[in-house]
């Protein structure tokens, strides 16, 4: 018979929506690794974790009443310590094994291991397991100990002496194994098998717990409560389907508003609301934006996706008529939409060219100056990456002189996450190039997660040029990221150089054009538009390694990091990297591939050895050894074939044709003595092997592929 479950439930005050969903995992995750840890449990019961915003909860299947007694091997000391010269116990022995609850009658039964001076006398007897009430109190205290709450609160319990922490003041803790309440207490509370349900829909109340396979269920019955956190937010997906289908629409797609409103609810209702259609002559982002953020709806799209004027409210409460809950929502949205009418209106009034002189009052950081000062480093990048990519330079330049004007507007001063794509919205109302609304609208958006196809050159250069002279001057001035922290998200905006550059490159190769726009140029030409003296001297050096090393862990989860490192250890062009990468993984699935990396790696290991210079080419007519002769023909064939295949950027068929080398740098090595005593001779095989690493590592440093 398999043992009972259990169940533990912290009743609090309402928990802080966005933390909530974590909080449950955090706390069901640590009490069943505890209760695993002192043999409670099993590694693989089942764990069920439960949260809403009033409750903490966790089911663990299989848990037992009291642990199972262990053996415990002491290691007491040397047995020439331990015992004397006739073999009875030393004063040093009877001592510690005082201290193990033990006395002068257990010397016998001490097991010697070792021999000679490292002979030890082990003491061998059996734990009893921990009692379940112990146990869940040590669990419980850890589990609380662990939860990832930002800030505590502190507050007194009822005798009104005591002062706890916590997350949220707690009024209840349940602790049932199978129907049996577990004798434990936390924060000045004793555990029992009640516990409340919904604060205005419950039918019982209190609701006294049968057992510990009972509560999802009773909750759900009888206390009108969705208790898990993932059941709760399905429910609410389900209504939120169910109620927009009849209208022909979809709810907008959000997992942190789901997740933060399934946080904010413990019987999810789904209403539809309606607003004015004037309203929507407003930019529809703001107005998705205001009934997210404000008011926690979902707003409705049509089949094309764009917003309508309905709207779905999760309410907590299910009455039998809902028009007062609906019609309070809508009163409530209604001066939000207004208010993002009224700044749409008024900002319209000025144009972004008018705005982009008060950006010298804007701080951009005090040892970089204003932000105006900023949008002049911003537009000398753009235009220089506009000739290089071969985009307008004007319109480049035109696109980041008013890229930040957004900023002084007043639905981004209300908004901040709506900047750029309000400053695209502007710009069209002014009359500006179709190419520079677009690059000002992009300019803060995630960047695509492929390097997809480059439509809009002016909206890359602005991406570039805006990301670049962020990296250049916040590592300038020495805020590097650092660990998990990463306050002016550098990590990401070299990713978005990456992303750009792949862009480009597949771009140029589309329309067999070169791609003249190269990492270092860029990063030297970023840091020049800085006044003297203000960036440190090391800038371009680390820069580029940063945006290197962020390329490789980018790829390096979908490629591998063996191919990864290998097409990165010589720093390619940005833009050739996944390319390169491809045929490495490809190459390393060739039946030669693991021979050939492992003569790579030896041919490296001993050019690093040689002394002097090491010639270019070797001289046939110098060659003892027919193998050093074959390897010589071989190179001189496959050679040109693979550096054509490299010129034409087929890095594939370039690998593919080292393939023919496997044989004879096999025999190479099984009948030539590299550091042969003859000078001349070593020399010219040293120079053999100089151009066998030149040819074999054009496209990637292969040795990184040897085991």
């Given at each position: 018979m398999s043992p009972p479950n259990l169940l533990v439930e912290l009743f609090v005050e309402e928990l802080p929506p966005k933390a909530l969903k974590k909080l449950g995992e955090a706390f069901a995750a640590a009490l069943a690794e505890s209760l695993v840890a002192q043999g409670l449990a099993d590694e693989a019961a089942a764990v069920t974790n439960f949260a809403s915003p009033r409750r903490l909860g966790a089911h663990i299947a299989g848990v037992l009443a009291r642990a199972a007694d262990k053996p415990v091997s002491t290691k007491l000391m040397p047995v020439g310590v331990g015992l004397d010269a006739e073999g009875k116990a030393t004063p040093a022995l009877l001592k510690r094994l005082a201290a193990l609850g033990a006395d002068a009658s257990a010397v016998a039964?001490?097991?010697?291991?070792?021999?000679?001076?490292?002979?030890?006398?082990?003491?061998?007897?059996?734990?009893?397991?921990?009692?379940?009430?112990?146990?869940?109190?040590?669990a419980l205290e850890t589990a609380m100990?662990?939860?990832?709450?930002?800030?505590?609160?502190?507050?007194?319990?009822?005798?009104?002496w005591r002062t706890v922490n916590f997350v949220r003041p707690v009024h209840g803790l349940v602790a049932l194994h199978g129907a049996d309440v577990v004798p434990v207490s936390v924060l000045g509370l004793d555990a029992g098998r009640t516990t409340l349900g919904h604060r205005f829909e419950a039918r019982v109340s209190p609701v006294v717990l049968i057992e510990a396979d009972a509560y999802a269920r009773q909750m759900a019955d009888e206390g009108a409560v969705i208790a898990g956190f993932a059941e709760r937010r399905a429910e609410i997906v389900r209504q939120l389907e169910a109620a927009a289908a009849p209208l022909g629409l979809r709810p907008i797609e959000d997992d942190a508003l789901l997740d933060e409103v399934a946080a904010l609810v413990e019987r999810p209702n789904v209403l539809a609301g309606t607003f004015e259609e004037t309203f929507l002559e407003v930019p529809q982002e703001c107005l998705i934006l205001t009934m997210k953020a404000n008011q926690k709806y979902f707003p409705l799209l049509d089949a094309a996706g764009r917003l309508t004027n309905r709207f779905l409210i999760v309410s907590n409460i299910a009455p039998g008529d809902a028009s007062a809950v609906i019609q309070?929502?809508?009163?409530?949205?209604?001066?939000?939409?207004?208010?993002?009418?009224?700044?749409?209106?008024?900002?319209?009034?000025?144009?972004?060219?008018?705005?982009v002189p008060g950006l010298a009052k804007v701080v951009y950081h005090n040892k970089l100056g204003s932000q105006a000062e900023r949008v002049e480093r911003v537009r000398a990048i753009a235009r220089w990456v506009a000739e290089k990519i071969g985009a307008n330079?004007?319109?480049?330049?035109?696109?980041?002189?008013?890229?930040?004007?957004?900023?002084?507007?007043?639905?981004?001063?209300?908004?901040?996450?709506?900047?750029?794509?309000?400053?695209?919205?502007?710009?069209?109302?002014?009359?500006?190039?179709?190419?520079?609304?677009?690059?000002?609208?992009?300019?803060?958006?995630?960047?695509?997660?492929?390097?997809?196809?480059?439509?809009?050159?002016?909206?890359?250069?602005?991406?570039?040029?805006?990301?670049?002279?962020t990296l250049a001057g916040i590592w300038g001035i020495g805020l590097r990221p650092t660990g998990d922290k990463d306050p002016f998200a550098l990590r990401r905006h070299a990713l978005s150089v990456i992303r750009s550059f792949q862009a480009l490159g597949a771009l140029a190769e589309r329309e067999k054009a070169g791609m003249r726009l190269a990492l270092d140029g860029l990063i030297e030409f970023a840091l020049s538009t800085f006044p003297a003296g203000v960036l440190d001297g090391n800038t371009a050096?680390?820069?580029?390694?940063?945006?290197?090393?962020?390329?490789?862990?980018?790829?390096?989860?979908?490629?591998?990091?063996?191919?990864?490192?290998?097409?990165?250890?010589s720093l390619p062009p940005l833009h050739d990297i996944v390319k390169r990468v491809r045929a490495v993984r490809e190459f390393a699935q060739l039946p030669e591939s693991p021979s050939l990396a492992?003569?790579?790696?030896?041919?490296?290991?001993?050019?690093?050895?040689?002394?002097?210079?090491?010639?270019?080419?070797?001289?046939?007519?110098?060659?003892?050894?027919?193998?050093?002769?074959?390897?010589?023909?071989?190179?001189?064939?496959?050679?040109?074939?693979?550096?054509?295949?490299?010129?034409?950027?087929?890095?594939t068929a370039s690998l593919r044709a080292l393939a023919a080398l496997k044989t004879p740098v096999d025999a190479?090595?099984?009948?030539?003595?590299?550091?042969?005593?003859?000078?001349?001779?070593?020399?010219?095989?040293?120079?053999?092997?100089?151009q066998l690493h030149r040819t074999m590592n054009r496209v990637a440093d292969l040795s990184r592929l040897a085991a």
């Open positions: 039964a001490l097991r010697r291991e070792g021999e000679g001076k490292n002979e030890a006398l082990f003491h061998d007897s059996v734990a009893p397991g921990i009692p379940l009430a112990d146990g869940l109190q040590r100990a662990r939860l990832p709450i930002p800030k505590m609160m502190a507050y007194q319990l009822e005798d009104g309070g929502n809508e009163r409530v949205v209604r001066p939000r939409l207004a208010d993002a009418k009224f700044f749409f209106d008024q900002d319209r009034k000025k144009t972004l060219e008018s705005r330079v004007g319109l480049a330049d035109r696109a980041a002189q008013l890229a930040k004007a957004d900023l002084l507007t007043d639905m981004v001063g209300e908004f901040p996450e709506l900047q750029g794509i309000m400053g695209g919205y502007y710009a069209r109302h002014d009359g500006e190039d179709e190419q520079v609304a677009e690059a000002i609208a992009d300019q803060y958006r995630v960047r695509r997660d492929e390097a997809g196809e480059a439509t809009n050159l002016i909206a890359e250069a602005l991406q570039i040029a805006d990301r670049m002279e050096e680390e820069l580029k390694l940063f945006i290197y090393e962020r390329s490789a862990n980018q790829l390096s989860p979908t490629f591998g990091a063996e191919a990864v490192a290998a097409v990165l250890a492992a003569a790579n790696k030896r041919v490296g290991n001993i050019l690093k050895k040689a002394e002097g210079a090491v010639g270019e080419r070797a001289d046939r007519s110098r060659f003892v050894e027919a193998a050093e002769t074959a390897l010589f023909a071989s190179l001189a064939e496959i050679a040109p074939r693979a550096e054509a295949a490299f010129a034409a950027g087929d890095y190479f090595f099984d009948h030539v003595m590299v550091n042969a005593d003859d000078p001349v001779l070593k020399a010219n095989r040293l120079a053999l092997l100089n």
